[in-house]
């Protein structure tokens, strides 16, 4: 369900007073929606709050960039371009976001949308380091260390893999 804000807005609901939600920010050119051909490719993936809840961290699925928005002024939003790990056969697809140890972590599949072929999934987490803005590969798995139910990105199969959550224990 899409609220009234558009596939790039963001709600919030106050923790005290009445529980209706209203629109914290918005996220810009997050596409447009057309089924059956857009789904995990528009509108935004993961969102995290960094541990001094002064920063909301999100992936636009459209423009494949981490967006920072800051909790006391949502309008000062920065992006920041999620690196091509170099996808053979298809398209990086960035979702998942995680702020840990001062670094927002950001997962991302390879879709193999283009060769259709599983060998071209693949894996991977970068680490963004806001004070730097730099990033680094921290983890690069390919298909033969995935679930081998996962299947290319197209219009019919239902099994494609998507970088959803990251967690630190």
Known sequence: ??????????????????????????????????????EAKVALG??????????????????????????TNPTDLRAYPVPDPGCVGGTYRPWATKVYMEKVYV??????STSLLQADLHEYVYSFT?????????????????????????????LQPIVVDIEFD
């Open 1 to 38: 369900v899409v609220g009234p804000g558009g596939l790039g807005a963001i709600y919030a609901v106050r923790k005290s007073g009445t529980p209706a939600p209203s629109l914290f920010a918005t996220i810009p050119n997050a596409g447009t929606y057309i089924p059956g051909v857009s």
């Open 130 to 158: 806001p004070a730097t803005n730099t990033w680094t590969k921290v983890i690069d798995r390919g298909y033969s260390m995935m679930d081998p139910v996962w299947r290319a990105w197209n219009a019919t199969n239902g």
């Open 46 to 71: 993961d969102i995290d709050i960094s541990a001094d809840d002064s920063m909301l961290y999100t992936i636009n699925l459209n423009d494949r960039q981490l967006y920072a928005v800051p909790i």
């Open 107 to 112: 997962g991302i599949v390879c879709d193999a």
